[in-house]
């Protein structure tokens, strides 16, 4: 990152943040931290983090109540949330995306994993996106150019229907960003028009077909991302 991120970490149990705290300064970013969930909405209205690491299970205010609370404030409506937690299962994954987070890293975290998901999650903000305004995405051999609606896969150019491509667009918009099925339907189909969640799955296995597999994950019981 050429300009210093913000890292706000929100968790109770010290030797985490010692953790984090340790191994975020050695990349140079600057960090605050709060060890309850209404510390940190206090520190989070004074630091105007990028990027918030919020754990979930918490005193005084838990962190999903806390990332609901902020995302009623257009002033965190660009700051990444990323939970901290050590559940696995997909109930909390999706209770973290409906309270408006936008990813979740699953404690213990390794510095060397630590460190790549950080850098990626700052990707998504705006400050930090080089390609937010770009009309032409580049993804290793994939090239999607916005304004011609074309895609070219090592020089060749795919040809993809319609709601092929404003899915691939809505995906690539924010690599990396989990986006809920709902999500999907609402902004590529549109209230007006009433489909199943199969239509995603089907769209998705013939982008897949085109593209590659590598580049779309599913999100078992959430939705799908693309991954960078």
Known sequence: MESKARILIIEDEEDIVEFLEYNLQKEGFELEKAYNG??????A???????????????????????????????FKNTIIAFLTARSES??????????G??????PIKPNVLKSR???????????????SAKVLTFGELIINLESFTIEK??????????????????????GKVF??????????????IVGDR??????RKLREKIGNVFIQTIKGVGYKFND
């Open 38 to 43: 209404e510390e940190g909405y206090i520190k």
């Open 180 to 193: 809920k099925r709902a999500e999907i339907l609402q902004k590529v189909w549109g209230n007006d028009v």
């Open 199 to 204: 239509t995603i799955d089907v769209h998705v």
């Open 118 to 132: 950080v850098n990626a999650l700052l990707r998504r903000h705006p400050k930090f996106n080089q390609q937010n």
């Open 45 to 75: 209205k004074a630091f105007k983090p990028d990027l918030i690491l919020l754990d979930i299970m918490m005193p005084k205010m838990d962190g999903i109540e806390l990332c609901e609370k902020l995302r009623q404030e257009s002033e």
């Open 102 to 107: 936008d990813d979740f890293i699953n404690k």
């Open 91 to 100: 109930f909390t994954q999706i209770s973290a995306l409906d309270a408006g």
């Open 154 to 175: 090592e020089g060749k150019t795919l040809s993809l229907a319609k709601k092929e491509f404003e899915l691939l667009a809505l995906l690539t918009s924010k690599p």
